[in-house]
Structures are given as structure tokens and as C-alpha cells.
């Protein structure tokens, strides 16, 4: 059991409450975002910090609360399910935005028109609802990937879920799982399900798996499998959609070419505009 007490003597988590529609003119609820207040000395006052650690002192075999629960279930009411680009192209906040811009320091409506230009991301896969989002994007802080897995060599569902757990603690907001060893769907489901921030993964790893570790044996339709298996996931692979062009003196925002829920993208020149409220530290 990880000591967090010990890893952070001198902070605490702490939660900012901010308050969200589960869906457009739909009820509101209270967000508990958490923060780590971090005391100073000198007579200074206490900071908070963004915090990665998700919740903890749960039951691994369990998992995390379900966080993302409600909010799911409120838009599945309404008869759709868009993603965060659909929702921010109808000029709706949804409760990912809310609470990234909690962690950020940012207005809802800045992070909502990043995304809708193509500028940001929030990885938010509807099947992981014990995500805490977050926001990844040219105007927002940078973000830390972890790399975790299990190998052939040694292969243990304990130790990947114990990785995860320190990888957050000291700060990573996503995690990739590359395991190349035994088990890799189960390992995957026992670190989502004990997982706050984003997972992503890589399916030639598993499709190997399922080909004896042969790649000879390798063919389309184990690889198909492989990829229809992860259709109804809660993982994905963490892709960059950012305007990778854009000249050094001029931001570029990306104007969509196909429908709302749809995400190609044509980069355009556009001016960048400047966060109206003060970022969040981060140590």
C-alpha cells in the first residue's frame, strides 16, 4: 500500500467545488475537483496544485468510484451520446469542461472553444467512468505520459495496478499500456478500472498475443478481432489532433470539414487568443 502521507509530508488533498449542467438546460450538479494545498513557510499562505493521485484507499478488485456515472447517464436520457468535440461545436459546457477548467484555472468557456476548434482535447472515453478529465492542448499545462506493462518475462496484474497507482502519485496525466506479455485484456481491464487518468494502449501488442507471439502467425483477421473487441473499451490510443503546421508567429485553429460528431479537421490561419484568468501552478 502506497504511503501517501509520506510521499507528500507537507500537503493535502483538497477539493474545489464547482457547479455543472449534466447536459444543456438540463439539472445541475457539484463537481469535487481535487487540488493539493501544499503548505509554504515564511508566514506564506498555502497553494494548490494540480493533482494527479486520483482517489484513494479503494479496493483494487473493485476499482475507483464511478465518477463520470451520473454525467453519462444523464446525456444516454437524451437519446445521444456525443463527444466532447460534438458537445463543444453546439456551444455546450459539458462536466468534462467544467472540471478541466477547474484544474487549468481557466474559464468553462475557454476550454469549450478550444475544443471546438481543434486546438485541445479531452480524452474521455464514455466507457471510463472513473476517469477525472483532463485536457490536453497548445493553451493549457503541459501534460506527463507514463509508460507501464507487463512482459513476457513477468506478468503480474498486481504489479501493473501498483505501477499505475505510483505513476500517478508522482504526477503522470496519462498512462500507456504496452504490456507484451500474458493476459494483456485482463491486465488492461484491472488498470482501467483502477484508473483516473486517460489509458491508452497499442492493439498490435494484443493481436500478437492472441497469434501465439508468432508474427507469422499474424493475420487481418486476428488483427480485425483485435480491433472490434476494443470498439466497446474504455481505453484508447491518446492521438494528437493539434495543428501540426502551424508557423511559429501564427497560432492555426482547425475548422471542421465533415458533421458536429465527426473530428477531421482543416487547419486555418487564426488569431490565438489569451486565457482571461490565471493558470494553475504546477510543480
Same mark, same amino acid.
Given at each position: 500500500?502506497?504511503?501517501?502521507?509520506?510521499? %507528500?509530508?507537507?500537503?493535502?488533498?483538497?477539493?474545489?467545488?464547482?457547479?455543472?449542467?449534466?447536459?444543456?438546460?438540463?439539472?445541475?450538479?457539484?463537481?469535487?475537483?481535487?487540488?493539493?494545498?501544499?503548505?509554504?513557510?515564511?508566514?506564506?499562505?498555502?497553494?494548490?496544485? %494540480?493533482?494527479?493521485?486520483?482517489?484513494?484507499?479503494?479496493?483494487?478488485?473493485?476499482?475507483?468510484?464511478?465518477?463520470?456515472?451520473?454525467?453519462?447517464?444523464?446525456?444516454?436520457?437524451?437519446?445521444?451520446?456525443?463527444?466532447?468535440? %460534438? %458537445?463543444?461545436?453546439?456551444?455546450?459546457?459539458?462536466?468534462?469542461?467544467?472540471?478541466?477548467?477547474?484544474?487549468?484555472?481557466?474559464?468553462?468557456?475557454?476550454?469549450?472553444?478550444?475544443?471546438?476548434?481543434?486546438?485541445?482535447?479531452?480524452?474521455?472515453?464514455?466507457?471510463?467512468?472513473?476517469?477525472?478529465?483532463?485536457?490536453?492542448?497548445?493553451?493549457?499545462?503541459?501534460?506527463?505520459?507514463?509508460?507501464?506493462?507487463?512482459?513476457?518475462?513477468?506478468?503480474?496484474?498486481?504489479?501493473?495496478?501498483?505501477?499505475?497507482?505510483?505513476?500517478?502519485?508522482?504526477?503522470?496525466?496519462?498512462?500507456?499500456?504496452?504490456?507484451?506479455?500474458?493476459?494483456?485484456?485482463?491486465?488492461?481491464?484491472?488498470?482501467?478500472?483502477?484508473?483516473?487518468?486517460?489509458?491508452?494502449?497499442?492493439?498490435?501488442?494484443?493481436?500478437?498475443?492472441?497469434?501465439?507471439?508468432?508474427?507469422?502467425?499474424?493475420?487481418?483477421?486476428?488483427?480485425?478481432?483485435?480491433?472490434?473487441?476494443?470498439?466497446?473499451?474504455?481505453?484508447?490510443?491518446?492521438?494528437?489532433?493539434?495543428?501540426?503546421?502551424?508557423?511559429?508567429?501564427?497560432?492555426?485553429?482547425?475548422?471542421?470539414?465533415?458533421?458536429?460528431?465527426?473530428?477531421?479537421?482543416?487547419?486555418?490561419?487564426?488569431?490565438?487568443?489569451?486565457?482571461?484568468?490565471?493558470?494553475?501552478?504546477?510543480?
Amino acid at each position: 500500500m502506497i504511503d501517501f502521507a509520506t510521499a %507528500y509530508p507537507n500537503s493535502r488533498k483538497v477539493y474545489d467545488d464547482r457547479p455543472a449542467r449534466l447536459t444543456a438546460g438540463g439539472p445541475e450538479t457539484t463537481l469535487r475537483v481535487p487540488m493539493r494545498e501544499v503548505t509554504l513557510g515564511g508566514g506564506e499562505p498555502p497553494i494548490r496544485l %494540480y493533482d494527479t493521485s486520483g482517489p484513494q484507499g479503494h479496493d483494487v478488485r473493485t476499482g475507483l468510484p464511478k465518477l463520470r456515472e451520473p454525467w453519462i447517464a444523464a446525456r444516454r436520457a437524451t437519446g445521444f451520446v456525443g463527444t466532447q468535440l %460534438y %458537445y463543444a461545436r453546439r456551444g455546450e459546457i459539458t462536466p468534462e469542461m467544467e472540471f478541466v477548467a477547474a484544474r487549468e484555472g481557466l474559464p468553462g468557456e475557454f476550454v469549450r472553444d478550444e475544443i471546438a476548434r481543434g486546438r485541445a482535447i479531452i480524452p474521455s472515453n464514455i466507457h471510463h467512468l472513473e476517469l477525472e478529465p483532463m485536457v490536453i492542448g497548445r493553451n493549457f499545462l503541459v501534460k506527463i505520459n507514463a509508460n507501464i506493462g507487463n512482459s513476457a518475462v513477468k506478468s503480474s496484474i498486481e504489479d501493473e495496478v501498483d505501477k499505475l497507482q505510483w505513476a500517478t502519485l508522482w504526477g503522470a496525466d496519462t498512462v500507456m499500456d504496452l504490456s507484451t506479455g500474458r493476459n494483456i485484456h485482463e491486465t488492461r481491464e484491472w488498470i482501467i478500472r483502477n484508473a483516473s487518468v486517460p489509458i491508452g494502449t497499442v492493439p498490435i501488442y494484443q493481436a500478437l498475443e492472441k497469434a501465439g507471439g508468432r508474427p507469422e502467425d499474424l493475420t487481418w483477421e486476428v488483427y480485425r478481432d483485435t480491433l472490434r473487441s476494443w470498439r466497446s473499451g474504455a481505453w484508447r490510443t491518446i492521438r494528437k489532433v493539434f495543428c501540426t503546421r502551424a508557423s511559429a508567429r501564427s497560432a492555426r485553429s482547425c475548422a471542421p470539414t465533415t458533421s458536429p460528431s465527426r473530428s477531421a479537421t482543416a487547419c486555418v490561419p487564426a488569431p490565438l487568443p489569451t486565457p482571461t484568468t490565471k493558470r494553475s501552478s504546477r510543480s
